[in-house]
């Protein structure tokens, strides 16, 4: 019997998408192996070497797991499980959809929706794990961190704080290796006072232009008096007088002083004790009492 050439096969193509709860849920990343991308409806699902995602799954869904490789890069979601990172909860979900040799684009599968509770680096791409329904309260990663320091970064949506409110933009007076003195300083977020503290711009950056080329240099200590601005810089640069400077302010991650700029939130624990605290547990011994 001669066969029948039926022509190609509608292939099957994987669709990505990272969220994020917080503040409130959005779609953070989306990804899909088709070499063109995909678009549903109003989202696009850019190319992404992507592994084809494994499924494990259980009849009593204890060890329903997905296990996925994808590329990763700084300013990606998954730099949320980078150290010293903004913690926040990561879920995938997986859809799957067949595409005709033609380029057209079938209906979407939904197949996996979970957090991801672990992850492994390899080079230029992270493998992550998706659980099941059964893993949401064995969460792993991302967790916050209980201290006295706070858990979160200045300028992220947990801290509060907008950044751009802050952003000082000041002209130089006078440079003397690392100590650099700036007036004329202002802010569009209001007044300069909450600012003129001892160490108000500590662990700040400063950023100025230089011969076209973008420059900046760290804060370590500042000090304020006589409406100028001395700041202790991380090495000696030499700006001339009247150079324009931008300064970002830092954060200590301490609440010693409460958080002053305005609608920021403290989220570390300044009242945990220095040490762990000790119980000792009664002795109990089950042997009959003599006489």
Not at 2 to 28: D, M, N, Y
Not at 144 to 151: A, K, L, P
Not at 156 to 183: I, M
Not at 202 to 215: H, P, R, S, T
């Amino acid at each position: 019997m001669r066969g029948t050439t039926i022509g190609r096969k509608s292939g099957r193509v994987h669709l990505l998408a990272i969220s994020s709860e917080q503040p409130v849920a959005e779609t953070l990343w989306r990804a899909c192996d088709w070499s063109t991308g995909i678009t549903i409806g109003a989202n696009l699902f850019p190319y992404q070497t992507i592994e084809v995602p494994e499924r494990h799954q259980s009849t009593d869904l204890s060890d329903n797991q997905l296990s996925v490789v994808v590329p990763w890069a700084p300013g990606s979601p998954l730099a949320a499980f980078l150290p010293g990172s903004p913690h926040r909860r990561l879920f995938l979900t997986e859809w799957e959809v067949d595409v005709t040799p033609a380029g057209v684009v079938g209906t979407p599968r939904h197949v996996w929706d979970g957090e991801i509770v672990d992850h492994q680096y390899a080079g230029p791409k992270m493998q992550i794990l998706v659980g099941g329904p059964c893993e949401v309260f064995s969460r792993q990663i991302p967790a916050d961190e209980f201290g006295t320091s706070c858990n979160t970064h200045l300028g992220t949506v947990r801290c509060g704080v907008v950044l751009a409110d802050w952003t000082v933009t000041a002209a130089v007076v006078s440079s003397t290796g690392p100590v650099l003195v700036v007036g004329s300083a202002t802010r569009p977020g209001g007044a300069m006072t909450p600012l003129q503290a001892a160490d108000a711009l500590q662990l700040g950056c400063m950023d100025w232009i230089e011969g076209g080329v973008a420059k900046s240099c760290g804060i370590y200590g500042s000090t304020y008096g006589g409406g100028n601005y001395t700041l202790q810089l991380r090495e000696a640069i030499n700006l001339a007088p009247g150079t324009s400077v931008t300064i970002t302010p830092g954060c200590d991650l301490q609440n010693s002083g409460g958080c002053v700029r305005d609608s920021g939130v403290f989220r570390g624990c300044p009242n945990i004790p220095a040490r762990a605290p000790q119980f000792k547990i009664p002795q109990q011994t089950q042997t009959a009492g003599k006489k």
